[in-house]
């Protein structure tokens, strides 16, 4: 068994309050979770109206179809998602015999 993970820095535009940022945020990770069937959430700057920190995970038989997933959710944040801006990403892969 394979485990991956991503996790994204990310800066929010026009954003002024937390309620705006959910509204923003919010539609993003049900589009990343949709179409990666991985899951995925809000992981950090909760506390921050401009920034967050959005994790993906996935388990699988293969660590390549994993490494699939994850570039996939990484190129879907960064391509179709025009209203945010990736700042940086790390992403582990661990294997259930480490």
């Given at each position: 068994m394979w485990i991956g993970w991503i996790e994204f820095d990310?800066?929010?535009?026009?954003?002024?309050?937390l309620k705006e940022k959910r509204s923003v945020i919010r539609p993003i990770i049900a589009d990343l979770a949709r179409r990666t069937e991985a899951a995925a959430a809000e992981?950090?700057?909760?506390?921050?109206?401009?920034?967050?920190?959005?994790?993906?995970?996935?388990?699988?038989?293969?660590?390549?179809?994993?490494?699939?997933?994850?570039?996939?959710?990484?190129?879907?944040?960064s391509e179709q998602h025009p209203e945010v801006t990736v700042l940086s990403a790390r992403r582990g892969l661990h294997s259930s015999d480490d």
């Open positions: 990310v800066l929010l535009g026009d954003v002024h309050s992981v950090g700057a909760q506390d921050l109206h401009r920034r967050t920190a959005i994790g993906v995970s996935v388990v699988a038989t293969h660590a390549s179809h994993v490494r699939d997933v994850l570039d996939q959710a990484e190129r879907m944040l």
